[in-house]
């Protein structure tokens, strides 16, 4: 007999505690401001930290909250993809959910570079940067008071973070293809294998370690921005979904449900801003970038065609000659 199952439905299925989900919101955010010390460079220390606020303010928070709505509007397996697909359409929710899992592959590898990338500045800190290249980080300056101690306790509080983050990555992105395949969206013939006695998407675990090791060659700026293009592109999918589901989704229905509050300066908050923040991005990292998006919009459109047409032909019926004496009838197979 086979150990393997398909689907989401074979997913195993957790419950957890108040504690699990300290740990699981620790891990999806532990990486923390590791990684920004060209802006200290850049900028000067006192504009990194407004910098970092006013990101938590201005995209975390409104990201936050749309997603927080959405998700006790809506809520359903798939998340983001979920969301899109029912209230865009199934175009949308497939440009939703491929770019998702493109984010999700390409972020677990930014983590696994910026965590081998500290390891290798133990005892090179002149150096050091995320980058490789010569440069001044927190773990110097960890270093102006406590001394080479510092320096060795920041190292290991970092690589811990982005390896937990990584984890974190790891367990989301095996699992962003299961929703989209039983939709007959992706090949479900081996992507959404899972492990019959534990439910494990072991297919989609062994792809993302294949594709973190082929990427951790290339530089963590580099990761960065390719991971950064299909984000910008949910977000700004989230931003129109947010204000569709406010015009198609009633008061009366959301009983019970949260929904942001402060009205159209509110709603303005959790879905203009972001979508404000990714438009600017894009126009502000070059033509090139912007092409970039573009292309990679085609490519997600493109295969979308492709996925639909290959159902459709998975899909139709097949006709089989069967031969009964001197006559022979069709037979139409579902």
Not at 91 to 114: P, R
Not at 273 to 294: K, R, S, T, W
């Amino acid at each position: 007999m086979s150990n393997k199952t398909t689907g989401v439905s074979n997913l195993q299925q957790n419950q957890y505690s108040v504690f699990s989900i300290f740990c699981l919101i620790y891990c999806s955010a532990s990486a923390g401001a590791f990684g920004v010390e060209e802006i200290v460079s850049g900028c000067g220390p006192g504009m990194c930290i407004g910098v970092l606020i006013g990101m938590a303010l201005v995209w975390g928070m409104p990201v936050v909250l749309g997603s927080a709505e959405l998700s006790s509007v809506m809520p359903g397996e798939g998340g983001y993809y979920y969301w899109a697909k029912h209230t865009l359409g199934e175009f949308w929710g497939y440009i939703m959910g491929i770019n998702i899992a493109i984010s999700f592959y390409v972020c677990s590898s930014t983590y696994v570079v910026l965590a081998v990338n500290y390891l290798a500045s133990v005892d090179h800190w002149e150096l050091w940067s995320t980058d490789g290249s010569t440069g001044v980080g927190f773990a110097a300056v960890m270093a102006l008071g406590l001394g080479k101690a510092g320096k060795i306790i920041f190292v290991v509080i970092a690589v811990v973070s982005a390896l937990s983050i990584f984890n974190t990555n790891m367990a989301g992105g095996a699992r962003s293809f299961f929703v989209m395949a039983d939709d007959s969206l992706f090949p479900r013939k081996w992507i959404t294998n899972v492990s019959k006695k534990r439910g494990v998407p072991y297919v989609g675990v062994i792809s993302i370690s294949i594709v973190t090791l082929l990427m951790m060659e290339m530089e963590f700026k580099a990761l960065v921005l390719i991971q950064v293009i299909p984000i910008f592109v949910c977000q700004a999918l989230v931003s129109v979904i947010i204000l569709k589901a406010r015009r198609d989704i009633p008061a009366e229905e959301r009983i019970g449900c949260y929904t942001v509050g402060g009205g159209k300066l509110g709603l303005f908050l959790i879905t203009f801003l972001p979508a404000l923040i990714c438009v600017v991005a894009f126009y502000l990292n070059g033509m090139d970038y912007f092409i970039g998006g573009l292309v990679c919009a085609v490519i997600a459109a493109v295969l979308y065609i492709i996925a639909r047409k290959v159902d459709r032909k998975m899909l139709m019926p097949t006709r089989v000659t069967v031969s009964v004496g001197k006559h022979s009838d069709e037979i139409a197979n579902q």
